[in-house]
């Protein structure tokens, strides 16, 4: 359209050439009143030109930086009441205070956080189904039974029949994390802090989420994991457990493939990997074989594995105390519910454990994050799934 009008105007100053020459005061008077139109059209579509640029190709002078939120600086004013420079951590944080103490990031900018969680867990490299509720509990219906079809003969009525559902209820559950961190990190609070704090808080519920998926027992505010999940299928090693043969991994195939299940990927510890690479096949051919490239996931037996130190290998069973398990399944089957909020709490005199002692905050002058995100875990149908039990390497 823009360029119609441009057209337009010019072929007009053309058509006006031959009056200009005509000495007729009347004549003169009107091609000048067209010819400052003209020149206010052409002004305006300056002006469009300009506005379009300017929104398609903006340079970095016509648009404003796009500010992420700063877990550093918001820490520092937690702790210390330093809000300057802060300003839009402090507006998102003050609309989610508690009256505990505690702040809830809203979900704009907890999303990001949590993307970095879920891309430092197991899980993230598995298709598993993630929900966000806004709600809760959150129920997913499931299929229970299903119709039944029958042969019939002429003139013979249809036995009716129909599919029954029921559903699994998710409810919002806490992952916790205690963080401690150096005050002069927290007072300083750049960019660099900041990357330092998001790492602290996203290692310590990735391990925990992933360990509770797992082997999560269910009690007290524990998920449910897979292996402690009824109606999961198993394949045991033994009463003392044993080492996996490639007989065993087609067993638990089998478990999966016999309840109409289609089996994704394998999960199990790097131990677990290093027993099974051993293993070869009657013509000599390993059953693990060489990754073909980086961009893809290594096989066995032609399904994606994944491993995780998350699984423990000191598990007892019968009189061995150095097992572990593998669990295999239809991947879409497990549901991760994410209620989108990230609670903070800072204690600058809490103790927390350090792996070896009790230590205290107010001692070291650091400060004790608590990191607090509401999730939930169930598997949609447990008989798409099996562990293998007993497993030693």
Same mark, same amino acid.
């Given at each position: 359209?823009?360029?119609?009008?441009?057209?337009?105007?010019?072929?007009?100053?053309e058509?006006?050439?031959?009056?200009?020459k005509?000495?007729?005061?009347?004549?003169?008077?009107?091609?000048?009143?067209?010819?400052?139109?003209?020149?206010?059209?052409?002004?305006?579509l300056?002006?469009?030109?300009?506005?379009?640029?300017?929104?398609?190709?903006?340079?970095e002078?016509?648009?404003?930086?796009?500010?992420?939120?700063?877990?550093?600086?918001?820490?520092?004013?937690?702790?210390?009441?330093?809000?300057?420079?802060?300003?839009?951590?402090?507006?998102a944080?003050?609309?989610?205070?508690?009256?505990?103490?505690?702040?809830?990031?809203?979900?704009?900018?907890?999303?990001?956080?949590?993307?970095?969680?879920? &891309?430092?867990?197991?899980?993230?490299?598995?298709?598993?189904?993630?929900?966000?509720?806004?709600?809760?509990?959150?129920?997913?219906?499931?299929?229970?039974?299903?119709?039944?079809?029958?042969?019939?003969?002429?003139?013979?009525?249809?036995? =009716?029949?129909?599919?029954?559902?029921?559903?699994?209820?998710?409810?919002?559950?806490?992952?916790?994390g205690?963080?401690?961190?150096s005050?002069?990190?927290? *007072?300083?609070?750049?960019?660099?802090?900041?990357?330092?704090?998001?790492?602290?808080?996203?290692?310590?519920?990735?391990?925990?989420?992933?360990?509770?998926?797992?082997?999560?027992?269910? %009690?007290?505010?524990?998920l449910?994991?897979? +292996?402690?999940? %009824?109606?999961?299928?198993?394949?045991?090693?033994?009463?003392?457990?044993?080492?996996?043969?490639?007989?065993?991994?087609?067993? =638990?195939?089998?478990?999966?493939?016999?309840?109409?299940?289609?089996?994704?990927?394998?999960?199990?510890?790097?131990?677990?990997?290093?027993?099974?690479?051993?293993?070869?096949?009657?013509d000599?051919?390993?059953?693990?074989q060489?990754?073909?490239?980086?961009?893809?996931?290594?096989?066995?037996?032609?399904?994606?594995?994944?491993?995780?130190?998350?699984?423990?290998?000191?598990?007892?069973?019968?009189?061995?105390?150095?097992?572990?398990?593998?669990?295999?399944?239809q991947? %879409?089957?497990?549901?991760? &519910?994410?209620w989108?909020?990230?609670?903070?709490?800072?204690?600058?005199?809490?103790?927390?454990?350090d792996?070896?002692?009790?230590?205290? &905050?107010f001692?070291?002058?650091?400060?004790? +994050?608590? &990191? +607090?995100?509401?999730?939930?875990?169930?598997?949609?149908?447990?008989?798409?799934?099996?562990?293998?039990?007993?497993? *030693?390497?």
């Amino acid at each position: 359209m823009i360029a119609e009008v441009q057209n337009l105007t010019k072929t007009l100053r053309e058509d006006f050439e031959d009056y200009r020459k005509s000495k007729d005061p009347l004549i003169q008077e009107k091609i000048s009143a067209v010819e400052s139109r003209i020149n206010t059209l052409e002004e305006k579509l300056e002006q469009a030109l300009a506005v379009r640029n300017k929104t398609q190709f903006p340079t970095e002078s016509d648009s404003e930086p796009v500010q992420e939120f700063s877990y550093a600086k918001a820490l520092r004013g937690i702790v210390f009441g330093r809000w300057d420079g802060a300003e839009r951590e402090q507006k998102a944080l003050s609309e989610g205070t508690d009256s505990a103490g505690g702040y809830l990031v809203p979900p704009e900018q907890a999303r990001e956080l949590i993307d970095l969680l879920r &891309a430092r867990t197991v899980f993230n490299n598995l298709p598993v189904t993630r929900y966000t509720p806004t709600f809760a509990p959150f129920d997913l219906p499931r299929l229970a039974s299903g119709a039944t079809g029958y042969m019939v003969g002429e003139n013979t009525d249809i036995t =009716a029949s129909q599919p029954s559902f029921d559903q699994v209820r998710l409810t919002p559950k806490k992952a916790a994390g205690l963080v401690p961190i150096s005050n002069n990190l927290i *007072r300083r609070a750049d960019p660099a802090v900041d990357q330092i704090v998001r790492n602290d808080l996203v290692a310590v519920i990735a391990r925990l989420l992933d360990l509770q998926y797992l082997q999560g027992d269910g %009690s007290g505010g524990n998920l449910t994991g897979i +292996i402690n999940t %009824s109606g999961v299928n198993e394949v045991s090693l033994g009463e003392d457990g044993g080492t996996p043969s490639i007989d065993t991994l087609y067993d =638990a195939l089998y478990e999966v493939e016999r309840n109409n299940g289609m089996a994704t990927a394998w999960v199990f510890h790097p131990r677990t990997k290093n027993t099974l690479r051993k293993i070869k096949t009657t013509d000599g051919q390993y059953i693990l074989q060489p990754q073909v490239s980086a961009s893809e996931p290594p096989t066995l037996l032609g399904l994606p594995y994944y491993t995780t130190t998350r699984i423990p290998i000191n598990l007892t069973v019968g009189e061995s105390t150095d097992c572990s398990y593998i669990v295999v399944g239809q991947w %879409s089957e497990a549901v991760i &519910a994410e209620w989108m909020g990230l609670q903070l709490e800072a204690s600058r005199e809490a103790s927390y454990f350090d792996g070896s002692q009790l230590q205290s &905050a107010f001692s070291r002058d650091q400060t004790v +994050i608590r &990191a +607090i995100l509401e999730v939930d875990f169930a598997l949609r149908q447990p008989k798409a799934f099996c562990k293998v039990t007993g497993v *030693r390497p």
